[in-house]
């Protein structure tokens, strides 16, 4: 470690392959993967009856940049019990927002709330895993404000609203 000025610039120099493994981006992938995979697979139905306004729809926009951007700048970094608690919240999470395609993907009629928020809401439950393994309390806020604006567009747009 070199001293100049006593400041430290013993800088934590890790290779490559375990950055990119460590950043909280990783745990993104699989939501990327699954929405262009299956996206495109839905039925006419899923994309609403409803006209989400311009700015709800800026709005939500904007948000899912920050949800899927911000963890680039984030690092797994929780131990203990930090680390029990936000890999179950991640691994049911995405257990539940997988399933909750399963009504869509096959074309049945959403008849229910339940059925037409599922894949709106169930990503909180991923992005507060996501924030417990990165120590995040902006992830989780950020994430939060998406999921409720996502929710209330997914409602508009199911004609619920």
Known sequence: MERRSGISLDVPTRPWPQRIIR????????????N??????????AGGVGEVPGWI?????????GVFVLPLFLSLRAEGAARTLGG?????????????????????ELQ?????????????????GIAALCRSRSYIAASTAFVLVHVYGGL????VL
Do not use: C, D, H, M
Not at 23 to 34: A, D, E, K, Q
Not at 57 to 65: A, I
Not at 90 to 105: D, E, M, N, Q, R
């Open 23 to 34: 950043n909280g981006f990783v745990l993104v992938v699989p939501f990327l993967i699954w």
């Open 112 to 128: 229910s709330v339940l059925f037409l928020v599922g894949p709106y809401s169930t990503p909180l439950l991923v992005f507060a």
């Open 156 to 159: 508009i747009k199911g004609g």
């Open 88 to 108: 179950a919240l991640y691994l049911s999470g995405l257990i539940i927002y997988f399933a909750s395609w399963i009504p869509w993907l096959q074309g049945v």
């Open 57 to 65: 729809g800026v709005t939500e926009t904007v948000l899912r940049l």
């Open 36 to 45: 262009a995979i299956f996206w495109p697979l839905l039925p006419a139905f």
